[in-house]
């Protein structure tokens, strides 16, 4: 590829324009729109695999947008009228085609890569993880934006009409939207084959900081989207019929072969991050890696409501905390323990006390551990709130609201505050034992422990 030329295409096509709107739609979605990727433990700044994930979930807009910026490009010899006067000359036409490729392919990488270097300043200063696990998911975001572009490239000129560009644009985003509604939360469906859907270049919605791609996927994704760059410039350099029929011929067998290097189950599609996982303990109190910073704030507490618990429940008390990190979809119940008080910081409740109020939660969670199905907030159902309430409550001499929590303060006061008035009436004996009654309905699952601890008239 001739270096001159290729400034000369990067200074007056489409090129560098296609990396400019690629960098300003991705600012724009993660910096005016406010969604998950600002909640959470999942933040796209917080960490280096969730910061991968949410740039390549981007691609749900960005391959669409690079699909039809390339046909635009790929229209331009036929918008200047200079097709016949092109295939006069004695350059190859797959030198064209490198140079209009690699421009493109050159800015669209560029704004790409400064999305991601923007991400990882951020996350930089934000953990005290650090690895490399996340970088094949970023190439391979890359390497989509590339081969959707020369695609587009390669559609544009085989098909020139002012309709091409819209039309990809549109029948890109609808593939890629039908294959991401077949996995939904990982969960196959009849609409689309795990395998199938893996075709995707983007990923789902980042909902859990200990979840990142397998090898298989970052293997079988970058053959097919070698295949799709392959077509695309057959395409782009084909002068006969023919050989646009052949160009057909990268893109079907990689498509081929990365079905067969996709796991079928998609339990192996998204899998755990082992590091990331890995416990780092101080004492009975242990946080995962990707965490670890949050561990100094946790000992001390921790520690002390393992104190209060003990006792209070004797032999059946926990004798650890320590973060849960069993990956679950987003209706699954929250990991059980008998042994260990489990924490997720995806709990507002515990993710923002701090101090004594941090001892008060994990009281709770370990005296009433939550049994609810898992939502946008993980602090419970107002009852089994309530219910922890009761119990922080009794063990401490007071009760308090946790903040945090889906509910009102006082919805959480006026269904907490009878329950304890009459459980601090009864007799000694009988206080000890509703409360031990409560934490094995809750640690069960059977049974209401709010119901427990009022004699079963709470409800």
Request: hydrophobic letters at 50%; charged letters at 15%.
């Amino acid at each position: 590829m001739n270096v001159r030329v290729l400034r000369i295409e990067l200074r007056r096509s489409v090129a560098p324009w296609a990396g400019a709107v690629t960098l300003t739609v991705s600012l724009a979605f993660l910096y005016l729109l406010s969604g998950p990727w600002w909640k959470g433990t999942a933040l796209w700044t917080t960490q280096w695999t969730s910061m991968a994930l949410w740039t390549r979930f981007l691609l749900v807009f960005l391959w669409p947008l690079a699909m039809a910026l390339g046909a635009l490009q790929g229209l331009r010899d036929h918008r200047s009228r200079m097709s016949e006067l092109l295939t006069s000359t004695p350059r190859p036409a797959r030198h064209r085609a490198a140079t209009t490729a690699g421009a493109t392919a050159i800015t669209l990488a560029s704004a790409f890569a400064l999305l991601v270097l923007l991400g990882a300043v951020q996350v930089l200063g934000a953990t005290e993880y650090t690895h490399l696990g996340w970088l094949p998911i970023s190439l391979v975001g890359t390497l989509a934006l590339v081969a959707g572009a020369v695609l587009g490239m390669g559609l544009g000129r085989s098909l020139p009409s002012p309709l091409t560009p819209p039309a990809l644009a549109v029948a890109a985003f609808v593939f890629v939207n039908l294959l991401r509604l077949s996995t939904g939360s990982g969960i196959p469906t009849a609409t689309a084959p795990t395998r199938v859907a893996l075709l995707s270049p983007p990923v789902d919605e980042v909902r859990d900081v200990f979840l990142t791609l397998s090898a298989p996927v970052h293997l079988g994704q970058t053959v097919w989207l070698f295949g799709m760059a392959a077509t695309g410039f057959a395409l782009l350099a084909a002068a006969t019929p023919r050989a646009r029929l052949l160009a057909l011929a990268p893109v079907l067998a990689c498509a081929a072969v990365a079905l067969l290097l996709f796991p079928s189950d998609p339990r192996r599609a998204y899998v755990v991050d082992e590091s990331a996982a890995a416990q780092v303990c101080d004492g009975p109190v242990c946080v995962a890696t990707a965490h670890q910073d949050r561990l100094a704030g946790l000992a001390g507490p921790g520690k002390k409501a393992l104190r209060l618990l003990r006792g209070v429940l004797g032999g059946e008390a926990p004798t650890s905390v320590r973060e849960s990190t069993a990956p679950r979809g987003i209706f699954d119940p929250p990991d059980r323990s008998r042994t260990s008080v489990l924490v997720d910081f995806d709990d507002f409740v515990i993710a923002d006390a701090k101090g004594e109020e941090l001892t008060r939660v994990l009281l709770a969670q370990g005296m009433v551990p939550l049994c609810s199905a898992r939502s946008a907030n993980e602090s419970g159902t107002l009852g089994e709130i309530a219910a922890q309430s009761v119990a922080a409550g009794w063990v401490l001499g007071d009760l308090r609201p946790f903040n945090g929590a889906m509910h009102a303060s006082s919805d959480q006061l006026a269904a907490a505050r009878p329950v304890l008035t009459e459980l601090k009436a009864l007799p000694w004996s009988e206080q000890v034992a509703r409360v031990k009654s409560a934490h094995t309905a809750a640690v069960s699952c059977e049974g209401d422990p709010l119901d427990v601890l009022d004699g079963g008239t709470s409800r």
